[in-house]
């Protein structure tokens, strides 16, 4: 991924992937009932829609003149609700994630800490039988990938923060290994004590802990990355991009706010952005 310095700190940038997009045409076909003007269409399948309607071709339409004029003369916006896309995004943080989360009209699908941070949970309990407990836990999670800072001496703090809130669980908590690892998995602990590179291996083979965040959730950082599908009709998306690609914007969703711009297709820019617009 793209690396970027702000206030002498290295981050990784998100990855941005167009998953769909419904077309223009349901949206025309939607402002065209509303006016019942389907004849003035420069579509030829609309035009004949009523009669004979052509999914195939509505949905491939690439332009729309009623659409532009009622975006950008009328600013009856409604009417392009009725198209949408959806992004699979890579690699943003849980900091940009509480504030993607407040534009309420979308669809929005994240990874799970709650379910997904085994492996972190396994690299502790495997350093307990390392010789350099914390050693041992930090290459393993730098080779994790975990976060959106790239700057290796900044993620030893990081990590040494993560490591020693497990150390405090771990010496008030009689319960630790039960509630971090899977019931099956339990009989490694012995079998693999003062080897802690064999039992982090059968703990990552083994079955994974269920719920395993709910015990270690308070671990995670605004800086941890995040995975997540978006899905926005454009009405939506045109209020992110305004308020998201901005110099008013934290720098790390605005990020996020370009790279989902730069894979969104030009006729939905030119419907939503002013610096693509025709009319």
């Known amino acids: 991924m793209e690396t970027t310095q702000m206030y002498h700190i290295t981050y990784t940038k998100p990855k941005v992937t167009l998953l769909q997009e419904s077309g223009l045409g349901v949206a025309e076909i939607a402002a065209r ?23 195939d071709a509505i949905n491939a339409i690439e332009r729309s003149d009623l659409l ?9 916006h409604s009417i392009i609700e009725h198209a949408t896309l959806s992004y699979l995004i890579q690699g943003t ?6 504030e993607h989360a407040r534009h309420r009209i979308q669809a929005i699908s994240v990874r799970s800490t709650r379910y997904t941070m085994s492996s972190v949970i396994n ?28 700057d290796e001496e900044y993620l030893a703090i990081e990590i040494r923060a993560i490591y020693d809130k497990l150390r405090f669980q771990y010496s008030k908590d009689a ?7 899977a ?7 012995d079998a693999h004590k003062n080897n802690a590179q064999v039992l982090y291996e059968a703990l990552e083979c083994g079955k994974k802990k269920r719920n395993v965040g709910d015990a270690f959730k308070h671990i995670v950082s605004d800086n941890w990355k995040v995975d997540m599908v978006v899905t926005f009709n454009i009405r939506s998306l045109k209020n992110y991009f305004d308020l998201r690609d901005s110099g008013a914007a934290w720098f790390q969703i605005q990020w996020l706010a370009e790279a989902m711009k730069a894979v969104t297709p030009l006729k939905y820019l030119q419907l939503i952005d002013k610096k693509y617009k025709t009319v």
Not at 68 to 76: K, S, T
Not at 183 to 189: A, Q, V
Request: aromatic letters at 12%; glycine letters at 2%; a negative charge.
């Open 33 to 55: 009932t509303c006016y019942d003007s389907f004849e003035n269409s420069e579509n030829q399948c609309v035009k004949e829609a009523m009669e004979h309607l052509d999914t």
């Open 68 to 76: 532009a004029n009622l975006a950008w003369v009328h600013h009856h």
């Open 93 to 98: 943080s849980r900091g940009v994630l509480q």
């Open 175 to 181: 319960n630790f290994l039960k509630n971090a690892v």
């Open 183 to 189: 019931k099956s998995s339990l009989p490694f602990l």
């Open 123 to 150: 690299t502790f309990v495997a350093s307990l039988e390392a010789d350099d407990s914390f050693a041992f836990f930090l290459e393993k999670l730098l080779a994790l990938d975990l976060f959106v800072i790239a």
